[in-house]
């Protein structure tokens, strides 16, 4: 008998939830004249700045689970057009700090605002962003993506990983 599942596995779904996504949020933000991963750390500067954090770009990074040399690449980019500012971190000669301007501010609600209305429309078979269906899937995803990547398959997520 065959070890092959029937049907997609875990990973082509979200996999392809993810291209999904990544598609569905270009398209929302590009008239804003953003792209995903633009939106990705202007919006998580938008988040991290109203709790009172001036994030590095390593932090930053962290945070969106993009690469930081992505993170530095985007924040160069999106600098002279005036939406954020990066500043040397005076407590570390090797970090910088990033902040949004007040444009930045403004472009990083409008752009919230409109990937949310595509977040009501995308999670409307769940019941909306509001429902218990929806809170199991932010459960479960969460759950996967704080697995680490090199922990023997058997082994707990919690579980240290000795070397």
Sequence with gaps: MSET???????????????????????TVAPLGLTHAQYSLLSSLYGMERS???????????????EPLYVSKLARALEPSGLIER????????AVRLSLTGPGREAAARAITEVHRLLDRLLAPLG?????????LVGELTTLLD???????DTPPDTPIEE
């Design 5 to 27: 599942p029937e049907g997609p596995t875990p990973g082509f779904l979200v996999w392809r939830l993810s291209t999904k996504w990544r598609v569905a949020v270009d398209r």
């Design 52 to 66: 009172g954090e001036r994030p590095s770009q390593r932090r930053l990074a962290d945070h969106t689970g993009l």
């Design 87 to 94: 500043a040397a971190d005076p407590d570390d000669s090797r």
């Design 128 to 136: 909306g962003r509001d429902s218990a269906r929806t809170a199991a």
């Design 147 to 153: 697995a680490p990547l090199d922990a023997p398959p």
